[in-house]
């Protein structure tokens, strides 16, 4: 297995262990740019920096009980890892028709390009179950 597709999933696991700050920024190159595609929660897309998405992740765990992702198709070429992933997550807090403690599901397709061996970009496609 790619030593990027390893890292892509211990990111993916502490993602899913709620990890934040200087834990979570130890994945990203300092000029990471996430771009996450219109989707039912961000209609507009997105682009977010290493700041934005420290910030991201800390609005997430006042939304998300937990999360889990469940990967069905990783595949590296290079610097470049693409995932294909189921994601749930319970909810902390009522979202659309969801109560709070409802699962979320979405199926998601993710590249990441590495550099030095961190994540220097993200490509989120993701579609949510309606809710």
Excluded at 105 to 119: N, Q, V, Y
């Amino acid at each position: 297995m790619s030593t990027n597709i390893e890292t892509a999933r211990r990111y993916l696991q502490a993602l899913e262990s709620g990890a934040s700050g200087e834990r979570l920024a130890a994945f990203f190159h300092p000029d990471v740019i996430q771009q996450e595609f219109p989707n039912r929660l961000v209609p507009q897309g997105k682009t977010m920096n290493l700041r934005e998405l420290h910030e991201s992740a800390e609005r997430g765990q006042k939304v998300l009980e937990s999360q889990r992702y469940e990967v069905h198709t990783a595949v590296a070429d290079g610097d470049q890892v693409a995932l294909e992933l189921e994601w749930t997550g319970t909810l902390k807090i009522a979202l659309g028709t969801l109560p709070a403690g409802a699962t979320m599901r979405a199926r998601c397709a993710t590249f990441l390009t590495f550099r030095e061996g961190r994540i220097l970009s993200q490509h989120s496609y993701d579609c949510f179950e309606p809710f």
